[in-house]
Every structure is written in structure tokens, then in C-alpha cells.
């Protein structure tokens, strides 16, 4: 019996040198201080991080688990078992044999008779959350049930013209003289690709209206435009199935005309409107302006979940400039004609319209000489290079793919083109850099033909004569272009 207790520890301590086995020493061990005051020696009561008091027990030793190489504190076989596990069991750490137990449920799990399971805590915890340090967050997954996401819909256009006139005519009795009868003026007419024109200041004004002050100018907007843009607001309000106390926003976009109060005012009261409505000026953009209007609109209809009208009054008419041989000036006294657009939406939870789904711009700041609406004693003046279509085929087809691209979509996929016809070159231009197709313009050239040039207004007369036809099967791209140099497009969609 002597000899088998003997034996047995011969084995255990064996065993425990080699569970104990060390480094070896290098150079010879530290004398310990001697116990006794000074300041080496700790403060009674405390203990200091990382050491422990006295030696651990025979079966302290025995329980706790042997790491492997670089494994941290508390994690040991923790790597070996994650190798080896089978998603919903548990397997034996070495063997890989099936133990038959369901696999440990997730944290915060609540389970039958049993109490609802925490994250890790303490320093198992910290590691994990050292190990989740630099990676990207989890965006929260939308919860159900939540309210929906509201998107404003066109719910109605409505436009109104003031009186038209030939082309032809218009020459004859007032640019003719007005150029001084320039051949090259009569060309730039001839070839605009106007046919009839609006114009809220008759032809025997026009006359005289280029030695007209810009108080003077400024005075007639105010009587003139009101009256316009009322009978736009209605028609789209009529189209639209509301009433004017629906409406929680009106916005007002032009670049020919300011007062204040102004057009806004006016309107509001003629409605009438709400005393809470909000009201937005767009001013002195260019011919760009509906888009971003448009856009700003359609966040507040989204945000707020109440209707709003967009309208774009120009009366271009009023700033005919003093009579000059610039080829510039005789390209925009051929082009540029009087209308008022308007259009109202709504939120989406009524009935599948027409939806705005986004809107993207482009800025070339280096060309911003190439088109200026600029300021004088005598009105507003004008400023078009002939550079200015080469600069939009150059823009027009990168910002058409990045909006598009956003979405998912083609160009391919387009089913209408809502181009502002800046005049027939600007057409052409655009056509090639987007690589459509002969006809894709059409209506954007009827437009032109028939309306000319209305600044702002103008690609809503180019929406509503695509819409007159019933939606198209597909996505709708409006495109504008203004001083900047300065290119707007937005997507819309089918319900």
C-alpha cells in the first residue's frame, strides 16, 4: 500500500511540473523588499491589480482550463469549438462527435421556464467589443408596421397663355426696324424654330418698350402676371380635384419680374389660401428654375403630407433691349415668348399619379460666362454664347446616368424625354449627348414651335403635352439648363 501511495505521487507530481513548468530565469531573481514601512511596501487593505493572495489550490489547477499559444484570458477552446460547430448542435471540442444538444440560443433569447439570457459581460464582453472597434455599424432594420413612406405625386397641371402671335408678323412689324433691318436678325428668326409666340405686351409696346426704365418694367409685372398666374393656379387646382384650403404651400418661381408683396401675396388672397399656408420665392434663376422649385415642393408634400402648388410666371416680353448688331441679342428677341405654368401635388395615399422620385443637378462654375441674366437700368439683358450647346452635350449624359444609376435604371428604360427647348440647337445637342433617338424630342419641339421660349414655365408646357396622351408606360426625365453654367434633371415615375 506504502508503494502504490508512492507511486501515486511520483505521478501527480510529475504532472504538476509540467503544468507549472516555466520560463527560465534571466540573471538572478529580484530580492523581495522587506516588510516594514517605506514605499515599496502596499497600503494594508488593498491588493494590487493583478496579483493574488497567497497560491492557488491543487484543484483550482485542475479545473481551470489550459489555453492555447495566444489564445486571451477566458476564451480558451472557445476558437476549437467554433471550427467545429454544426449550426443548431453542439459537437465534442477534439472528436467532432455529435454530443446530441441543442446549440446555445442567441442573447436576449427568452425561452420556455428559463430567464431571458444577456449579451457577455466583463472582460468577455470587452473583447468582443475590441474585436467590433473600426467595422461599420448595422443599420436598425425598419421596424413593421411603422408609417409608411409618403412620396408627392403630380396631381394636376394647368397652364395659361397670354395672346399669340406669328412669328413672321412679329418681324415684320417690330424687329425688322428694331435690328435696323439686319440680314443676319432676319436669319436668326427664320431659323429659331418658333413659329407663333406669347406675348403679354403688345406689338405697338414692343415698339417702345426697349427705352422703358426697370421701374417701369417692374411696375407692369405686377399688373400683369397676378391675373396670368391665377388662371394657371385654378386650372391645376381644377385638374387636381382641391380646394385652395387644402393647399400648405405655394411656391412662385420667376426671373421677370419682383415686387413685395409680390405675386405670392396676390395670390394668396385671390384664392384665397389659408392663413398658415407657406409660400416660397424662386427668383432670378433662369429658365432652370421649375426643377429645383419643383424639387423643394415635393419635399415638403412628402415631409408634411399636405398638397402644394408650384407655379412658374415669365413675362419675358417686358425686357426688349435697345435695338444692336450683337448676333446674341437677335437669338433671344427670336426665341423668347410670355407664359404661366402650374402644378399641383399631393401625397401618394389617395391615388396613383404621376410620382417625383428624384432630382439631380450639375454646375460647370468655369463656363458660368456662357449664359448671364443680368441687371440694368433698362430691364433685364440677356447673355447667350454660341459655345453653350457644345457645353451641354458635354454635361447632359453624365448627369442623366448618375440620377439614373441611383435607381437602378437605364437610359434605355426612359419611356419620355421632358427637355426645356432652349432653341434647336440646344435640342440637338442634348439628343446627342444622350443618344436618342429622331423623334424622342418631338414634344419639346412642339413646344418651341408653338409657344417658343418661356423661361421657367417652359418644361412644364413640355410635361403637360407629353401627359395629354395618358402617362407614358415608364419613367419621365425632365431636363433644364440655366446661367451657372447650370443643367437640372429629375425622374419622374408611373403609379
Not at 331 to 345: I, Q
Amino acid at each position: 500500500m506504502a508503494r502504490g501511495l508512492l507511486r501515486r505521487g511520483l505521478h501527480r507530481g510529475r504532472a504538476r511540473g509540467r503544468r507549472r513548468r516555466r520560463r527560465p530565469r534571466q540573471g538572478p531573481r529580484p530580492r523581495r523588499p522587506r516588510a516594514g514601512p517605506g514605499p515599496d511596501r502596499p497600503r494594508r487593505g488593498r491588493r494590487r491589480r493583478g496579483r493574488t493572495r497567497g497560491r492557488r489550490s491543487r484543484a483550482a489547477h485542475r479545473r481551470r482550463p489550459r489555453r492555447r499559444h495566444d489564445q486571451p484570458v477566458g476564451v480558451a477552446r472557445q476558437a476549437h469549438r467554433r471550427r467545429h460547430r454544426v449550426p443548431g448542435r453542439l459537437l465534442a471540442p477534439r472528436s467532432g462527435r455529435d454530443l446530441g444538444l441543442a446549440a446555445r440560443p442567441p442573447a436576449r433569447t427568452a425561452l420556455p421556464g428559463r430567464p431571458l439570457r444577456r449579451p457577455s459581460t466583463g472582460h468577455i464582453g470587452r473583447l468582443r467589443r475590441l474585436a467590433r472597434r473600426g467595422r461599420p455599424r448595422r443599420r436598425p432594420r425598419p421596424r413593421h408596421g411603422g408609417p409608411a413612406v409618403v412620396s408627392a405625386r403630380v396631381a394636376g397641371i394647368g397652364t395659361a397663355l397670354p395672346p399669340q402671335y406669328e412669328q413672321q408678323r412679329l418681324w415684320d412689324d417690330v424687329f425688322r426696324n428694331h435690328f435696323g433691318g439686319s440680314r443676319i436678325a432676319g436669319r436668326m428668326f427664320d431659323t429659331a424654330g418658333v413659329e407663333r409666340r406669347h406675348s403679354s405686351t403688345p406689338p405697338y409696346e414692343l415698339a417702345v418698350a426697349a427705352e422703358w426704365s426697370t421701374e417701369e418694367r417692374m411696375r407692369r409685372y405686377a399688373e400683369r402676371a397676378p391675373a396670368l398666374g391665377l388662371r394657371a393656379v385654378r386650372q391645376a387646382l381644377a385638374a387636381a380635384g382641391t380646394a385652395p384650403d387644402e393647399i400648405g404651400l405655394l411656391a412662385v418661381a420667376t426671373c421677370t419680374g419682383y415686387g413685395t408683396p409680390g405675386t405670392d401675396i396676390d395670390l394668396a388672397e385671390a384664392l384665397p389660401l389659408r392663413a398658415d399656408a407657406r409660400r416660397l420665392l424662386v427668383g432670378h434663376m433662369g429658365c432652370h428654375a421649375a426643377i429645383p422649385a419643383l424639387g423643394a415642393v415635393a419635399d415638403y408634400v412628402a415631409g408634411h403630407r399636405r398638397p402644394a402648388v408650384l407655379l412658374c410666371v415669365e413675362l419675358t416680353s417686358l425686357h426688349v433691349q435697345p435695338g444692336t448688331r450683337d448676333i446674341d441679342q437677335a437669338v433671344v428677341h427670336a426665341l423668347f415668348s410670355d407664359a404661366a405654368a402650374a402644378v399641383v401635388l399631393r401625397p401618394d395615399a389617395e391615388r396613383p399619379r404621376l410620382r417625383v422620385v428624384d432630382v439631380a443637378a450639375r454646375t460647370d462654375t468655369a463656363r458660368r460666362g456662357h449664359m448671364t441674366w443680368r441687371v440694368t437700368d433698362l430691364g433685364f439683358r440677356m447673355g447667350l454664347s454660341p459655345e453653350v450647346p457644345d457645353a451641354l452635350a458635354e454635361h447632359v449624359g453624365p448627369l442623366v446616368k448618375d440620377l439614373l444609376a441611383r435607381h437602378g435604371l437605364d437610359r434605355s428604360e426612359v419611356a419620355a424625354w421632358a427637355v426645356h427647348p432652349g432653341g434647336p440647337r440646344v435640342l440637338d445637342a442634348v439628343a446627342e449627348g444622350l443618344d436618342l433617338g429622331p423623334t424622342a424630342l418631338d414634344p419639346s419641339r412642339r413646344v418651341l414651335a408653338d409657344h417658343g421660349n418661356c423661361s421657367s414655365a417652359t418644361v412644364l408646357l413640355v410635361l403637360d403635352e407629353i401627359l395629354r396622351t395618358g402617362p407614358p408606360d415608364g419613367p419621365i426625365v425632365m431636363l433644364a439648363f440655366g446661367p451657372g453654367l447650370t443643367l437640372y434633371a429629375a425622374l419622374l415615375d408611373g403609379p
